[in-house]
């Protein structure tokens, strides 16, 4: 059987700052917390948020029989300008070196199973689900020594794979001051910078967000502790 550690080597040999794997499932809190968020109004002009939300919260309809998620990590610092090109091509690596390891049949025949910002997929929610790191106040997914400044990939598997995660961690930003969970603690940094005050305790108001209109903001990621390394 795959183990989730030597798929991890792999991921790290062809260049990923990290990876992990999760079992593949419905993401039951996520499409709770999403059709709230949604709902209320806070994703603005993200309309493609209301299409496809099945899929989106549930990978097995979008790759069938899906039985484990493996997310790789890429940091902006490698990824160059084109991100979307750096992690996939990272992807279809990895991918050939594990054919060549386990057999291609691990991989869906088919159906597209390389995703990086391309499909609907909740890439972000998929990286804490495999013990990746955190969303943090900002609405960021962290990792604790990456930070936030990081472009995840996926890679579906048709198999199971030994120490992938299955439980389903405290993820959800209701619960991200959870004591069980590296976090943010006492930190609310990231809502005191944001000009827009786009930020509350549990909610991120898209309408509000300057990234959201111009992708030119990232004051709440710029004052966090854990990019401190980085600016
Ligand atoms: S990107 Fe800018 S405007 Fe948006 S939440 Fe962060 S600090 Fe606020
Ligand atoms: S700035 Fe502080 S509160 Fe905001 S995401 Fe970073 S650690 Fe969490």
């Not at 786009?198 to 509000?208: M, Y």
Request: with cysteine.
């Amino acid at each position: 059987m795959l183990d989730s550690d030597s798929i991890r080597r792999l991921a790290l040999e062809v260049g990923f700052d990290d990876a992990g794997c999760a079992a593949a499932r419905r993401l039951d809190s996520d499409a709770r917390f999403m059709d709230e968020w949604v709902d209320a109004g806070l994703a603005g002009e993200m309309s493609y948020l209301e299409r496809n939300r099945d899929l989106r919260y549930d990978i097995r309809l979008l790759v069938p029989e899906a039985k484990t998620v493996v997310v790789c990590l890429l940091s902006y610092a490698k990824s160059g300008r084109d991100y979307h090109r750096a992690v996939k091509s990272k992807l279809y690596e990895l991918k050939q070196r594990m054919a060549d390891a386990y057999g291609s049949d691990i991989f869906h025949p088919e159906k597209q199973h390389i995703f990086c910002d391309s499909a609907p997929v909740l890439e972000r929610r998929w990286a804490v689900e495999a013990g990746l790191g955190f969303i943090g106040r900002n609405h960021q997914f962290i990792h604790p020594i990456l930070g936030s400044l990081v472009h995840p990939g996926e890679l579906v598997l048709q198999v199971s794979v030994a120490g992938a995660r299955s439980a389903e961690p405290v993820s959800s930003p209701a619960d991200i001051t959870s004591p069980a969970y590296p976090g943010c603690g006492d930190c609310h940094r990231c809502i005191e910078s944001c000009p827009r005050q786009a930020l509350g305790q549990s909610e991120w108001d898209a309408r509000r967000c300057i990234a959201y209109d111009t992708h030119k903001c990232i004051i709440c990621q710029q004052n966090c502790p854990y990019n401190e390394k980085l600016f």
